[in-house]
């Protein structure tokens, strides 16, 4: 079985087995490789140009998500997070997950940091269209065929929390324990959390469609 919150695959994917004596059992899923992995390997070595490729990697998925935490602070947030990323790259240890959860972990603190000091000093805020993307993930199926628009308002009905949980799962594309950890919640909370919020994002979608309602 998949981790608890991923949506089941069609029909046809589900119903390929191999059949081994009197078991019949799923086929073996194919190894995915991380893009990450190869570059992140060379810039840990210090290759100035992995790096570049690392960042080209990460940056766009990372500001997305500080602009739904920190909008209108999202930019210079990224900044910060890969000044910090680039400080202390020298210590890190661990491989292209250890790494992805540990870039968003820096930008949700910043995040947060300045989520503080823009409460200490409140100003009005202003509109801005948010590009969620997507993600080769089950669970980004809740949103497919929505378009960038029209996922942004469908996100923006969520809780804080939970809209933050389904940018770091769907978008980051972080397994669920990495968004646990970041977030300070059991597993299987983080779980049921984006499982629950992205089948309301398509029953809302689904419904506005029917209605006819763009908006």
């Known amino acids: 079985m998949g981790e608890l919150g991923d949506l089941p695959g069609p ?125 080769p993930s089950a669970e980004a199926a809740a949103l497919e065929r929505v378009d960038t628009e029209a996922a942004v308002r469908l996100v923006a009905t969520l809780p804080p929390a939970q809209a933050e949980m389904v940018m770091l799962r769907v978008v980051a594309g972080l397994s669920v324990a990495e968004v646990a950890a970041i977030v300070g919640k059991k597993p299987g909370t983080v779980a049921v959390g984006v499982h629950r919020a992205l089948k309301k994002l398509a029953r809302t979608h689904e419904d506005r469609t029917t209605r006819g309602v763009s908006r």
């Open 11 to 135: 029909p046809a994917v589900r119903a390929l087995t191999i059949e081994r004596g009197d078991v019949l059992s799923p086929p073996a899923p194919p190894r995915s490789v991380d893009p990450l992995g190869e570059p992140l390997a060379r810039a840990l070595d210090g290759d100035e140009d992995a790096f570049s490729e690392v960042w080209r990697l990460l940056h766009p998925p990372l500001l997305r998500y500080l602009r739904v935490r920190e909008r209108d602070a999202a930019d210079d947030i990224a900044a910060e997070t890969w000044l910090h990323v680039v400080r202390d790259l020298h210590r890190f240890t661990g491989g292209p997950a250890e790494f992805r959860a540990w870039v968003f972990t820096l930008g949700r603190h910043r995040a947060i940091d300045a989520g503080r000091a823009r409460a200490a000093r409140p100003s009005i805020p202003t509109a801005e269209v948010i590009d969620i993307g997507t993600a």
